[in-house]
């Protein structure tokens, strides 16, 4: 079955960087696609960086020119780069797969595949 285990969140002041990575297992990364979803407390789910399976990126917008996702086929593994941390960027990140059409891929209903999280935490 799909596994997918996420690791890197941590607690860093405004401003820093953070890589997120999120390690597949029951499937080839590069014939899926692969996302970035967030939830805050007390918010929805929401899309943060999406790879179709040629590897095009989408981004959400308030995320663009700051994160930087990318993926190593022969590790299996997705990244997430996060630069410029901003306090809004304060959530439980997770990992999903499934085959979601290029223009679908923000849409955090359409993945049935996902990480357990983790945790990123910016301070002022």
Same mark, same amino acid.
């Not at 095009?56 to 959400?60: F, G, Q, V």
């Not at 990140?93 to 979601?100: E, G, K």
């Given at each position: 079955q799909v596994q997918l285990v996420e690791s890197g969140g941590g607690s860093v002041q405004a401003g820093g960087s953070l890589r997120l990575s999120c390690a597949a297992s029951g499937i080839s990364i590069n014939t899926y696609s692969m996302g970035w979803f967030r939830q @805050?407390?007390?918010k929805a /789910?929401? @899309?943060v960086a999406a790879l179709d399976n040629e590897g095009?990126?989408?981004? @959400?917008d308030s995320v663009k020119g700051r994160f930087t996702i990318s993926r190593d086929?022969?590790?299996n593994t997705l990244y997430l780069e996060m630069n410029s941390l901003k306090v809004?960027?304060?959530a439980m990140?997770?990992? @999903?797969?499934? /085959?979601?059409e290029w223009w679908k891929l923000l849409r955090p209903s359409l993945y049935n595949n996902w990480g357990q999280g983790t945790q990123v935490t910016v301070s002022s």
């Open positions: @805050a407390p007390g /789910r929401e @899309a095009t990126p989408s981004y @959400a086929n022969a590790e809004e960027d304060t990140y997770y990992c @999903a797969a499934d /085959r979601v």
